[in-house]
């Protein structure tokens, strides 16, 4: 699978992606991790990060809203139909789980789409024709803040970071494309301007840390996907669900994974007792519906 060609930043490219003209696309920088996917001819989805491949079943716990998010996405009879062989084509996107921005979890989608590479031509696709790709697959393209701005009209480092699509702030930064290929990137800040440095909860032991974590508001998120997809809330459609929901927005200070793995929480306890701990609320949860 393709790694990422990654996106310079301004400071590297400016002077002479200003200087040569063409159109530009404007899109916002969101913050998370990269993520790439690739149907194989199987029909199995392979999942990658900016530097491994991991079996769907093996991706590390941040990821697993994402790979959620592509199981239930990726209309893979759609790019069969589009391509003679579905391994040349590898899509990449942001992994949206928590890095410093407090992202609407609810409207956010896991994976946004920010660029598909065609094998066979050996190059990204232009940013017009990756968006149509992402459409035309079912799934969601990066979003665009402005489309075909002449270079001499857009101002580049005079530019204020517009307000972001998925909260109330501004952006993490934009990124600026030509169709040609060129890509340059403007970073903000580290995080959202009202965000604290230490995001760790004060919990002691893996029931506190569920019942922080697996509240009735982000329950019934997940429960109102389900049932968006037309499945029944059950423990069996609701369960990984969440704990991939809890793991895409508290992994930060829930999870002590370095390199992707371990069974440890990065507060000490057992990851099984928390799984454990989720599990019981879970099925809590599941009463006060059933009740209701």
Known sequence: MKRYPGVPDASEVLPGFADEG??????????????????????????????????????????????????????ASALRDAVEDVESVTFFGVATQYAGYPYDWGRTPSVLGVDVWDADREALLRVDAAERAFDAFGLDPVNVFRKEVHVRDYGFADESLPASAWYDGPAAGVVVRKKTGERLAFRGEASAPDQAPDR????????????????????????????????????????????????????????????????????????????????????????DVDDG
């Open 22 to 75: 063409g159109h530009v696309w404007v899109q916002e920088l969101v913050a998370g991790e990269l993520f790439r996917f690739q149907l194989g001819e199987s029909g199995a989805v392979r999942v990658g990060t900016r530097r491994r491949e991991f079996a769907p079943e093996d991706a590390p716990l941040r990821f697993r809203h994402a790979v959620q998010y592509v199981r239930d996405s990726l209309d």
């Open 200 to 287: 760790e909860r004060d919990v002691a032991d893996a029931t506190a840390a569920a019942a922080e974590t697996a509240t009735a508001a982000r329950f019934g998120r997940v429960a109102a996907t389900v049932r968006d997809r037309g499945l029944p809330v059950s423990f069996d459609t609701v369960y990984d669900r969440l704990l991939a929901a809890i793991y895409r927005e508290e992994g930060d200070w829930l999870l002590d994974e370095p390199s992707g793995g371990g069974t440890a929480t990065g507060r000490g306890f057992d990851l099984g007792a928390f799984r454990d701990a989720v599990a019981q609320r879970t099925s809590e949860l599941l009463r």
